[in-house]
């Protein structure tokens, strides 16, 4: 019976040594490490230099050096992808989930179940159509009506200087991905353009994906139909510069006096070097450079403050006419 109580003492002593020795090996007072907040961030994919600039934006200002720990997750343009990579962020029960949709239905349910698991939702760039607004905490992104609108009221201008505006206008419109909020509104705005010209005709539109291959696909089997074109309407950059090789290819000319119209959305650094050049004749801006805004809104969620629920990107536009070496010298993308 001793030797058992002996021994039972034995290693009460052996444990509280070690206890103390390790509490004194923590002698120096660790500074507990810097919470970091966890982000869950699914991006539509890298289709385009737009996209390929908005996840630079998000990766370098959702940093840990800037106080968070990014789980990042590229859909590859397949929305359930992302439903797949919200849910696998609501099983690591990440601190936000940031989304851009790559349409603007079907998110009701993911988002119900980010809700239930009391996970903030901020959706960044397109929009979505939800039944319940509060499934979603706050939005940045772009006004693409007024994007679509710009181009348009630029066309209008252009066409009124060279005394056209009522001679029949042929327009090729080159869509991005069909139900993106970027694809509907800057659609909408040349439908509504067409409404107000009667002598303006759109006489296709190709689904271009906002991908560079696809759009030269379809541009390219278009102009073997032998149609003239006035106009191409394209709803990104990408898709124009495939646009652009399927007229060099049909040996049609384009850009400058005569030729094609080219009005084309991002205004990406090699846009505006086509525009320069006189082949792309108006670049409407998309800002992707969300990745600041984004990082400011959840720093203001983890300090309990309520953040707009919208916030639009500030743009503009260069033309052909207009744009400089020192104004593309100038851009961030
Ligand atoms: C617009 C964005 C679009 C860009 C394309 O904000 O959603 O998707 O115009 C990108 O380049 O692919
Ligand atoms: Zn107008």
Not at 69 to 76: H, P, Q, S, T, V
Not at 199 to 212: C, F
Request: aromatic content about 8%.
């Amino acid at each position: 019976m001793r030797t058992i109580k002996s021994a039972v003492t034995g290693l009460m002593i052996l444990a509280l040594s070690v206890l103390f020795l390790s509490a004194c090996g923590q002698r120096k007072t660790t500074i507990p490490e810097e919470r970091l907040i966890r982000v869950g961030f699914s991006q539509v994919g890298s289709e385009s230099d737009w996209r390929m600039a908005n996840t630079a934006s998000m990766t370098a200002a959702l940093s840990e050096a800037n106080g968070f720990e990014l789980i990042f997750d590229n859909a590859k343009q397949r929305q359930e992808n992302q439903l797949l990579a919200i849910r696998n962020f609501i099983q690591q029960d990440v601190d936000f989930i940031v989304l851009a949709p790559i349409a603007e239905s079907g998110w009701d349910d993911v988002l119900q179940e980010a809700a239930a698991a009391g996970i903030p939702v901020i959706i960044v760039d397109r929009q979505i159509d939800v039944e319940d607004k509060n499934l979603y905490t706050s939005w940045v992104g772009s006004d693409f009506l007024q994007e679509g609108r710009t181009a348009v009221h630029w066309l209008e201008e252009c066409l009124r200087e060279q005394g056209r505006e009522d001679e029949p206008l042929r327009i090729l419109h080159i869509q991005g991905t069909d139900g993106a909020t970027a694809q509907i509104m800057r659609s909408r705005a040349l439908d509504e353009a067409v409404e107000v010209h009667p002598s303006w005709e759109i006489v296709a539109k190709l689904p271009g994906e906002y991908t560079e291959a696809k759009s030269y696909e379809l541009v390219r089997d278009f102009l073997q139909r032998g149609e003239q074109i006035d106009v191409v309407y394209s709803e990104n950059d990408n898709m124009s510069f495939g646009a652009i090789r399927a007229l060099e290819e049909a040996g049609i000319p384009y850009g400058g006096e005569g030729g094609v119209m080219i009005l084309s959305f991002d205004a990406v650094r090699d846009a505006l070097r086509f525009c320069l050049e006189g082949k792309i004749n108006l670049c409407v801006e998309c800002n992707p450079l969300h990745g600041p805004r984004v990082a400011s809104l959840i720093r203001q969620l983890d300090a309990g403050e309520q953040p707009a629920k919208e916030t639009y990107v500030d743009e503009t536009f260069f033309s052909s006419n207009t744009i400089t070496e020192e104004m593309i010298e100038a851009r961030d993308y």
